[in-house]
Nanobody
Framework: VQLVESGGGLVQPGGSLRLSCAAS????????MRWYRQAPGKERELVAG???????YYADSVKDRFTISKDNAKNTVYLQMNNLKPEDTAAYSC??????????????WGRGTQVTVSS
C-alpha cells in the first residue's frame, strides 16, 4: 500500500494549510489513519488520528486548530490546519493501518511533506 502526501508549504503565522494523504494499492479495508510530525532535533509526535472512521484524537498542542477527516471512497485522509504557529513547523507524515485483499494486515507510511510557518 502506497501513501502520497500533498499540501505542505510555507505559510505565515495565523495562516492555514490543508494536507492530504491518499492511499492506494491492494486495500480491503482501512482501520486507522494518522498524521505525525517531526521537527528538527525533536522526536516524532502523533498530531491527529482517526480510527473506525469515527473516533478522533488530537494532540493538546493542536486542539481547536487542526481537524482530521477522511474520504472513504478515495482512501484519503486530510488535515486542515488553521491558525498555524511557528512551532507547527515540521515534516508531516501520514500513517495508515488496514487489511489488504487476502486478509494480510498492513501499516504504511508516507514520505512526508514539509510545513514551514514563518513570517
Amino acid at each position: 500500500v502506497q501513501l502520497v502526501e500533498s499540501g505542505g508549504g510555507l505559510v505565515q503565522p495565523g495562516g492555514s494549510l490543508r494536507l492530504s494523504c491518499a492511499a492506494s494499492g491492494n486495500i480491503l479495508s482501512i482501520n486507522a489513519m494518522r498524521w505525525y510530525r517531526q521537527a528538527p532535533g525533536k522526536e516524532r509526535e502523533l498530531v491527529a488520528g482517526i480510527t473506525g472512521g469515527v473516533i478522533t484524537y488530537y494532540a493538546d498542542s493542536v486542539k481547536d486548530r487542526f481537524t482530521i477527516s477522511k474520504d472513504n471512497a478515495k482512501n484519503t485522509v486530510y488535515l486542515q490546519m488553521n491558525n498555524l504557529k511557528p512551532e507547527d513547523t515540521a515534516a508531516y507524515s501520514c500513517n495508515v493501518e488496514g487489511i489488504e485483499f487476502g486478509n494480510s494486515p498492513f501499516i504504511s507510511w508516507g514520505r512526508g511533506t514539509q510545513v514551514t510557518v514563518s513570517s
